[in-house]
T-cell receptor
């Protein structure tokens, strides 16, 4: 089992460009999450999906959109990247609701210039 | 300000020393987790505590959940270089089931 995989691992964008971060899990988990991690701020939830077909906003959703394509895949889209979106992005999945063990992917380091 | 405050922010110690890191809040949590994160990787769960006053041990690591379920501590005995990493606490808020992470304690254990 690969667990949670994310692509790409690194990305550099210019302000205003768009891109989609891909995430997939092979553990048959119902819930999936997108976080961003910034120095001194910890992990902050952007969006989550409690089950296939549902998505909900987290703590910092502005500037992002998500798609739960199927049970395995949960993508994060930046429509018009801004320097404030420079961060490390992590996807995670859990078997159950919040409080269950979260399995994280290796992260995507995004720089917006 | 962070809902979960972790202290210290950075800690550098010699191999063999003991240490304690803290995770504090004014909010009540229904459960609290500790994760360790190594450079270039995602966090990995160490433990989940759910009962006020609960103590869990994982080899040389001892985790305690405060009686009022507002705080937690992680104690490491005889630290080793392999313990180096970023230690994150994360709690599920009792009032709305939101989950929040602390900013972490970055631990370096020198040989």
């Amino acid at each position: 089992n690969a667990g949670v995989t994310q692509t790409p691992k690194f990305q550099v964008l210019k302000t205003g460009q768009s891109m989609t971060l891909q995430c997939a899990q092979d553990m048959n988990h119902n819930s999936m999450y997108w976080y961003r991690q910034d120095p001194g701020m910890g992990l902050r939830l952007i969006y989550y999906s409690a089950s296939e077909g549902t998505t909900d906003k987290g703590e910092v959703p502005n500037g992002y959109n998500v798609s739960r394509l199927n049970k395995r895949e949960f993508s994060l889209r930046l429509e018009s990247a801004a320097p404030s979106q420079t961060s490390v992005y992590f996807c995670a999945s859990t078997e159950g609701p919040r409080g269950y063990e979260q399995y994280f992917g290796p992260g995507t380091r995004l720089t917006v210039t | 300000t962070q809902l979960l405050e972790q202290s210290p922010q950075f800690l550098s110690i010699q191999e063999g020393e003991n240490l304690t890191v803290y995770c504090n809040s004014s909010s009540v949590f229904s459960s609290l987790q500790w994760y360790r994160q190594e450079p270039g990787e995602g966090p990995v769960l160490l433990v989940t505590v759910v009962t006020g006053g609960e103590v869990k041990k994982l080899k040389r690591l001892t985790f305690q959940f405060g009686d009022a379920r507002k705080d937690s501590s992680l104690h490491i005995t005889a630290a080793q270089p392999g313990d180096t990493g970023l230690y994150l606490c994360a709690g599920v808020l009792e009032n709305n089931n939101d989950m929040r992470f602390g900013a972490g304690t970055r631990l370096t254990v020198k040989p």
